[in-house]
């Protein structure tokens, strides 16, 4: 009987509220296409500040730093959660030094990008919840690869053929390229009762549901 990963697996998420702490980097960051190629050690940390610096001015409004925040659908965590993951086998990604530039240009050190260069595409097309195509786009792969997945549902072929110390942590092929961790792993975020990320079980999973 095939093994049902969306038991064991999380996706890890922005904590949404009226506080949460939405980045971008800085260009000098931006230009060195981290996320789609490994980063060398030696060179200068990732720059991030907020995306609504001057409008959270005008309000007279502080966003609290979180123990993690997100660079889109990428988590940048802290020292702590670092110092735990470190010990694990991270296969295609590397915990790189980050920098958050709080709003009075502060610079908040003691951060870690979790900079993936591959994807793992484990979602079984038969049973996720996709948007619909018509007969003449199934024949284009590319949709499949770009399209709209509402609910995952882990492929057992896949992940029984990854050895588990090498699917700890991985972003996912196709859809949103969410981040997907282990319970190991979740359980480090759990301990830590990290502030600025939910975790959603695979199984619990719907894209649009408020967690």
Partial sequence: MPKNYNEEYYI?????????????????????????KKLNWGDEPLFFENCYKERD??????????????????????????????????????LYPA?????????????????????????????????????????????????EIYKYHLDSEVLDNIPEEERLIFKQA?????IFVHQTVADIFFEEKATGVNLVKVSDFEEGMQF
């Fill in 174 to 178: 196709g859809g949103v390229k969410y």
């Fill in 99 to 147: 920098v958050f530039i709080n709003d009075e240009g502060a610079y908040i050190e003691g951060y870690w990008y979790m900079n993936f260069w591959q994807e793992l595409d484990c979602w079984d097309r038969e049973k996720s919840k996709i948007e619909t195509f018509t007969a003449e786009e199934m024949l284009d792969p590319d949709y499949l690869e770009d399209c």
């Fill in 57 to 94: 001015a005008l309000n007279n409004f502080t966003r609290p730093i979180t123990d993690v925040f997100f660079d889109a659908t990428v988590p940048i965590i802290n020292s702590k959660i670092r110092d735990k993951l470190k010990f694990l086998y991270l296969k295609d990604m590397q």
């Fill in 12 to 36: 890890l998420l922005t904590d949404y509220n009226e506080n949460t702490l939405y980045t971008m980097p800085l260009e000098r960051s931006a230009t060195r296409h981290f996320g789609i």
